[in-house]
C-alpha cells in the first residue's frame, strides 16, 4: 500500500480490531499522524496513521 497517496482511503470501510460494528474513514491528520474513524451514532475514533493499518488493528474493506 502506497502511504504517500491517502486520497482512496478517505470514505472507505474499515473493521476495528475489538469493535463489533465497521466504520468509516473519515480524515487524516498528517501532522499529528492520526486517521479519523466514524461509527454508527456519530463516534468518531482516532488511531495512529499508519500504524494501525501496518499492524492490523485497521483492515480496509475496499469497493473496487
Do not use: C
Request: net charge negative; aromatic share 12%.
Amino acid at each position: 500500500m502506497a502511504w504517500h497517496d491517502e486520497t482512496y482511503i478517505i470514505g472507505e470501510k474499515v473493521q476495528v480490531k475489538n469493535e463489533k460494528e465497521m466504520g468509516v474513514v473519515t480524515r487524516i491528520d498528517q501532522e499529528r499522524d492520526l486517521v479519523f474513524v466514524q461509527f454508527k451514532r456519530m463516534r468518531e475514533e482516532s488511531y495512529p496513521y499508519p500504524e494501525a493499518f501496518e499492524q492490523g488493528y485497521l483492515v480496509m474493506k475496499i469497493n473496487k
